[in-house]
Nanobody
Framework: QVQLVESGGGLVQPGGSLRLSCAAS????????MGWYRQAPGKQRELVAT???????NYADSVKGRFTISRGNAKNTVYLQMNSLKPEDTAVYYC????????????????WGQGTQVTVAS
């Protein structure tokens, strides 16, 4: 139905930057909400940032002022610009799409990508 593919993860030194990308494909007419979540080893998955189709954003307190979420012109893409990275940002980052209006008819909810590893270390 809906596939999400993330890219852009990797190894970066503390203080560095990375930009994550996520593209959604499938029988999609529109997507209301897209977001990024992360899961560090031994921890639960947590919200990083979300953005609606109208551009409203929400950030975890731990990333405010350092990370910026944005939607692409195609509206089925979402990006996460991560600056001033810290070792505690190390995690697998997952893209999420929620409240998808499907082409033709119907709705879909809560789709996830396969994740991309971000490692912040010197």
């Amino acid at each position: 139905q809906v596939q999400l593919v993330e890219s852009g993860g990797g190894l970066v030194q503390p203080g560095g930057s990375l930009r994550l990308s996520c593209a959604a494909s499938g029988r999609i007419f529109s997507i209301y909400g897209m977001g990024w979540y992360r899961q560090a080893p031994g921890k639960q998955r947590e919200l990083v940032a979300t953005i609606t189709s109208g551009g409203s954003t929400n950030y975890a307190d731990s990333v405010k002022g350092r990370f910026t979420i944005s939607r692409g012109n195609a509206k089925n893409t979402v990006y996460l610009q991560m600056n001033s990275l810290k070792p505690e940002d190390t995690a697998v980052y997952y893209c999420n799409a929620d409240r998808v209006v499907m082409s033709g008819s119907g709705y879909g909810y809560d789709y996830w990508g396969q994740g991309t590893q971000v490692t912040v270390a010197s």
